[in-house]
């Protein structure tokens, strides 16, 4: 049986910093998953530089927060990539939530950064303007402003029971705001992070909920009288989290949301294809692969961390090493990751028609081939082949040096 639950809020008085309670609504800027401190060792040479660089990047939102005199920054969880964070961001990111004293900022914390009896969130002193939620519901008004901020922390990595299940606030005349780390899913379906229903966000009563977790921004979604988005993360963390990032910015107040989507990311992570058929070197590839970047992401294209999926055929004519082409496309680009999806040009019926170790080979693959169960296999059976015969080129170079 749904039942309300009303929660005795914490009131903060400084009325003097924050604005008039009068204005009927309030300006906000709603970010998550900033993932401060997150070590990307995949990027290898760059790891450090792009760690220092989400710090930069949280710089930035708090500059738009005094430059555009944000009332209210919401972080829906995971603003550090984990609950130990090195002492000296620590003390950088309390240094910019404190330059901002005529912003109320409000956190709650995720899966990555739950709070714990040894959390930064728990053990250091963060600025008079700043608000950790609690791992049990509450909720907090926003000093000088006719608005309560509702939120909840992780206790732990996992949370399978909703946090905002049963959750109804009273239509009081306050702008009733939530932020909430936690999974946007179907009735009745299962999730480890906090499940978070429509049903879920129509009986709560918001007016807006800034939600955190999935990396992607949403768009505003509405349910009953409640708007609800996530903002993605404000940097990639990986090649799944393609496209542009940021967090949401505007107005918010009773029955209205007014919000816009404000791209603020270093740089773009981007996968694409590259057809190397026809070309007939390495240097030829390399320029094609310029060339593709420049035309797609503009004169800045350099800056933009790659993966790159080369495809089509290779005349085996000239040699083609995959790692020297990723090591020279480095000396330009800020990161670039190349996988070698190509296929010599040959002619599979002659090379099966040899009476010769790699004909027997070739043979034996097309058999299996012509009675794969499924096109899946039939495909991997294919990229068999091939990696195949790359090894019996290798073979012959090796035995005949």
Known sequence: MLY??????????DKNKMGSSSDGFIRILHCADVHIGAQNYYLRTKA?????????????IVNICKNEHIELMLIAGDLFDSNHIENSSL????????????TFVAISAGNHDYITSDSPYVTSKWPPNVHIFATSMESVTVPGKNVRVWGCSFPTPYIENSLIRNIH???????????????????????????????????????????????????????????????????????????????????????SCNLTFRPVQKRIYITMQSDVTGLKSQDEIINAVHEKMKNNYGENYRENIY????????????????????????????????????RPDVNLDELASEFTLKGIFVRKMLQQMHSAPDPITRNNLEKALYLGLSAFEGEVKYYEN
């Open 91 to 102: 003390r950088q990111v309390k240094h910019l939530l404190a330059s901002i004293p005529e």
């Open 169 to 255: 606030v009273p239509d009081d005349g306050y702008i009733n705001i939530m932020v909430m780390h936690g999974e946007f899913v179907s009735e009745n379906q299962q999730s480890r992070y906090n499940p978070i229903t429509k049903s879920n966000l129509a009986y709560c009563g918001m007016d807006y909920v800034a939600l955190g977790h999935i990396h992607q921004s949403s768009s505003i979604h509405q349910a009953n009288r409640t708007f609800f988005a996530y903002s993605g993360c404000p940097e990639s963390q990986g090649f799944d989290e393609t496209g542009l990032k940021g967090v949401y910015t505007g107005l918010v107040s009773k029955g």
């Open 307 to 342: 993966r790159v999926t080369f495809t089509g055929t290779l005349q085996t004519a000239f040699p083609t090493d995959f790692i020297q082409i990723e090591m020279k496309l480095s000396e330009e680009i800020f990161f670039i990751q190349v996988r070698n999806y190509t």
């Open 4 to 13: 309300n639950i009303y929660i005795a809020f914490i009131e903060r008085t």
């Open 48 to 60: 450090k530089q792009r760690c220092a660089e989400i710090l930069m990047t949280f710089e930035k």
